[in-house]
């Protein structure tokens, strides 16, 4: 590889991030089209069903009177070489006459990975990989875990206190962060999927659970919203059951719910009924539910039960922690993660890949976890 060519990946992966929160089910993708160190095109996959990245590059190429005979392709994903949503892109590239491709990754897609290369060298394109691989991977870490695994990549969401506490023992737990750190929890919904809380947050706060406005603050929209309530107790004055988004609202309920209601819930918002064990939701048949509606990305924003259950389960695949220079103290305040504790014999979750970053008066980590046996 030349010099210039992580300069023209790197433009690839900036603009591949610009899909952030739009592209799912797919990947987030960017491509560059290069000749003789001379930027020709450029694009990124918009949304699903939409042109992909190199088609995006290619069509902005044309706009602007460019020819890209001879030129290099640089994009963040291996091309796709099956008709799905949008023809090939393997096809484009080879009548486009593109003499060269840079590939940042494989497609993590068991029944396509590698497979473009082949048919773009026996083309005769040139095609190079792995530079800057694992940055691609970790921009659609989502995607390839959904993809391979067919349930959704989980982040565990909590503001707490520096001795770890999310709430008063009357559950009083707002705005224990400040300003900066509540946009960067915003940023978090908007790159997700879907939120998922408990019946317990829902009924002390009452949350929209929208995307907002960092300036005015009011709602922009909605993600898919999921209410964890076995017994059906989501109040039909609530917020994410009356507002203009409720149709992204689905409260999940156990088998033992209430018929009546689950009835008055189904006349305003989606309710799905699953399994349940000792009066909890079983979240492993759940998820694989999720992950079949093309839920990639699932940003759990519960309580200390709830983050436990997915902990315990071996459901969580990383942690985003909100700590603000506050002590609350009291052995009835409510912790980031309650549940039975972890010891020797079930095993401490595993922490790497760890993070911190300063939000003005707070801190905020951001960490894999490794015990979790699907990494």
């Known amino acids: 590889m030349n010099p210039n060519d992580r300069t023209f990946m790197l433009q690839a992966l900036r603009l591949a991030r610009r899909g952030l929160g739009a592209t799912t089910p797919n990947p987030m993708v960017g491509a560059v089209l290069v000749r003789n160190g001379r930027v020709l095109g450029s694009g990124w996959h918009h949304r699903a069903g939409l042109p992909h990245a190199e088609i995006e590059a290619l069509n902005d190429a044309r706009k602007c009177g460019n020819s890209v005979r001879g030129a290099t392709l640089y994009v963040t994903l291996e091309p796709c070489c099956t008709t799905g949503r949008t023809p090939p892109c393997t096809d484009a590239i080879v009548r486009n006459g593109i003499r060269r491709v840079v590939v940042a990754t494989v497609d993590p897609n068991p029944d396509h990975a590698g497979r473009a290369f082949p048919l773009l060298e026996a083309a005769g394109v040139q095609v190079e990989t792995g530079l800057l691989g694992a940055e691609s991977n970790r921009l659609n870490k989502a995607f390839n875990h959904w993809i391979v695994h067919r349930t959704p990549w989980v982040t565990l969401k909590a503001a707490m206190t520096l001795d ?98 689950v009835k008055a819930l189904e006349q305003r918002v989606r309710v799905l009924r699953v399994t349940e064990t000792a009066g909890r939701i079983n979240l492993g048949p759940l998820l694989k539910t999720l992950g079949a509606e093309g839920v990639t990305s699932l940003l759990v924003e519960g309580g200390g039960e709830i983050h436990a259950a997915f902990l315990e389960g071996g459901h969580a695949h990383r942690i985003a922690f909100f700590y603000a220079p506050l002590l609350l103290g009291g052995v009835e305040s409510r912790p980031a993660v309650a549940g039975m504790g972890f010891g020797r014999s079930t095993g401490f979750p595993q922490l790497t890949d760890l993070a911190w970053k300063r939000l003005g008066p707070d801190l905020f980590l951001q960490a894999r976890i490794q015990s979790n046996p699907a990494l």
Request: charged letters at 25%.
């Open 164 to 261: 770890g506490r999310i709430a008063t023992a009357s559950g009083e737990s707002k705005w224990i962060t400040g300003e900066a750190a509540r946009r960067q929890g915003l940023q978090l919904r908007k790159a997700s999927d879907a939120v998922l809380i408990g019946i317990r947050t829902l009924l002390a706060d009452d949350p929209s659970l929208t995307l907002r406005s960092t300036t005015s603050g009011n709602s922009l929209g909605s993600r898919r919203r999921f209410i964890l309530d076995t017994r059906a107790r989501t109040p039909l004055t609530a917020q994410v059951v009356t507002d203009g988004w409720k149709d992204q609202t689905t409260v999940i309920v156990g088998e033992s719910s209430s018929a009546r209601r």
